[in-house]
């Protein structure tokens, strides 16, 4: 350790700091998706037609590196990781995109990527149901995370059936008065429950998303191989949606931009980073950083679109984002937990991946695996 170059130095810490790096900038690219989405749907483009063409472009621009990059270490595409890929295209693609964007239309970007944050309480939750994750309510990291969920669903709630009076911000004040919400009055709780809906999709898709990475580590196949099952779902239902050519017509305008910068920075990229990351660190550490992008949006929305922010969003916004970091801290103290015996981890049900903190190295292995009992053994060690 001594006899480091200060390159080698510099590469250690950034290999520490790399999953961080990623994570907030990717944070910026999906506060990017929320603004361009929504101006492209206000200007009158079809949800569904997004949706095909953000997939379409994601899978284009992800094959080639996927084809060059990862053709020695591609593991063989089998009928289980197939449907899983299936699945996965069906839950996000089709179910969350759609049913975000629709809310989105009904209450403001903003406000869908304040409501985004109770993905990981719902991850939790989901995940608990599903016996990958195991409660103790005498610790307190079981607390922390059934707390945390508690004020995740309560500031949801909050924001669902009060909106209170308008906070006119001084950036915002001159353009806030001449926008029209009576449409956004009337569906307000119609799109807060679709996003909802939606938050659910989207932790389905990353509780197995998790478990796919795990039987075919290679990203950039796996993130082009979802996009492209996505684009094919979601085309049959934009087909039937979308009967009109005209509406899939495309211009040098944001119909333009929006399914490019979606494609390759929120869906292509997106997927890439996520199951990169998620490998080492967990769902729980991606969904952390959330908020991040909530702020971002937030200040972006009333330049760009002169979105207005209410009370009652506010303070659910605040109420959530205690809620999700109080939910990944007690996860992240999964791995200080009491280290199970030989016989128990025999029979332990699969654990979803928990956080790394700063101090210790975590180390996810896949091993064991039986394709008859088509279970997965994970081992954690610092």
């Known amino acids: 350790m001594e006899d480091q170059t200060p390159c080698s ?6 290999g520490k700091m790399k999953p961080y790096v990623l994570m907030v900038a990717l944070q910026f690219g ?24 953000r997939n379409a472009v994601a899978a284009l621009t992800m094959a080639p590196f996927a084809l060059l990059l990862e053709r020695k270490i591609r593991p063989k595409l089998t009928i289980p990781i197939f449907l899983k890929i299936m699945a996965l295209g069906f839950l996000e693609p089709i179910l969350d995109q759609n049913l ?30 599903l016996r990958l994750e195991h409660i103790k309510i005498k610790e307190r990291r079981s607390q922390a995370k059934i707390l945390g969920t508690l004020l995740t669903f309560s500031g949801a709630l909050l924001m669902t059936v009060y909106k209170g009076p308008i906070i006119d911000l ?32 989207w932790s389905a898709f990353y509780i197995l998303q998790s478990i796919t990475i795990k039987t075919y580590p290679a990203e950039l196949s796996l993130s082009t191989l979802i996009c492209l099952m996505g684009a094919i779902q979601s085309a049959a239902v934009g087909l039937v949606a979308e009967r009109h050519p005209g509406a899939w017509a495309v211009g040098w305008d944001s119909r333009l931009l929006a399914p490019v910068y979606t ?30 992008c909530m702020v971002i949006v937030a200040a972006l929305g009333t330049l760009i679109l002169a979105e207005q922010f209410h009370l009652g969003s506010v303070i659910g916004a605040i109420i959530i984002a205690v809620g999700l970091y109080s939910v990944a801290w007690g996860k992240s103290k999964d791995q200080f937990g ?29 091993n064991n695996y039986d394709e008859q009992a088509g279970k997965t053994k994970f081992q954690v060690k610092k």
């Open 30 to 53: 999906s506060a990017g998706m929320y603004i361009i989405s929504m101006a492209t749907l206000n200007h009158g483009m079809s949800r569904f037609v997004l949706i095909v063409y």
């Open 9 to 14: 130095k510099f590469c250690v810490v950034f």
């Open 263 to 292: 494609g390759i920075v929120s869906s292509g990229i997106a997927y890439y980073v996520q199951g990169l990351v998620m490998k080492t660190r967990g769902p729980v550490f991606v969904t952390a950083f959330n908020p991040l």
């Open 170 to 201: 001084i950036w915002s004040h001159t353009t806030s008065r001449h926008v029209s919400h009576s449409s956004a009055d009337t569906h307000w709780i119609t799109g807060t429950l679709l996003i909802l809906v939606g938050c659910f999709a």
């Open 338 to 366: 009491p280290t199970p015996s030989t016989t128990e981890e025999k029979n332990d049900a699969y654990e979803l991946p928990v956080t790394a903190t700063e101090g210790s190295k975590l180390v996810i292995e896949a």
């Open 100 to 129: 975000a964007y629709l809310g989105m239309q009904y209450t403001s970007a903003s406000f869908t990527s304040a409501i985004m944050n109770a993905v990981p309480a719902v991850t939790f939750v989901m995940a608990t149901i």
